[in-house]
């Protein structure tokens, strides 16, 4: 949610979960760089600062209040051993600040995209239960 990795200093989850989550640097180059060249296509790389519709979180657009104002009930999923994770977080408290319903689940132990992973357990299972229950209180 913000392609411009801006959350990139020293005590951030990029670099404190460098050794834990399988995001991997492409060696000789900054993390998220190909993934940032793919998203933007022919836009420069500004726009990956200062587009809030390509990162919406970005620290570097001037005012994001209300920009989820209407947004439905969401559940945000993350792992405490992401590099992504500071920017799910900030996703949450801005979707709170906007007025939205949000549950934001964190498994602690567990890396980015872990609920496609078998083998991550228990942590998988444990929050697609929790996913499940939520939908059907909805």
Request: glycine share 6%; no cysteine; net charge negative.
């Amino acid at each position: 949610v913000d392609i411009s990795m801006s959350r990139d200093d020293l005590d951030s989850s990029i670099h404190l979960n460098r050794d834990t989550d399988f995001f991997v640097t492409v060696p000789n180059q900054r993390f998220g760089h190909l993934m940032r060249v793919l998203l933007l296509g022919p836009l420069p790389e500004s726009e990956a600062m200062t587009n809030p519709y390509i990162s919406p979180v970005s620290p570097h657009i001037a005012d994001t209040l209300g920009a989820f104002k209407g947004y439905p009930k969401t559940y945000l999923i993350a792992g405490g051993a992401e590099r992504l994770y500071d920017d799910s977080e900030v996703l949450s408290e801005m979707l709170e600040k906007d007025g939205v319903e949000v549950v934001f689940d964190v498994s602690r132990d567990a890396v980015h995209d872990f609920t496609v992973m078998t083998w991550h357990e228990p942590e998988r299972t444990d929050v697609l239960k929790r996913v499940a229950a939520w939908i059907d209180d909805a």
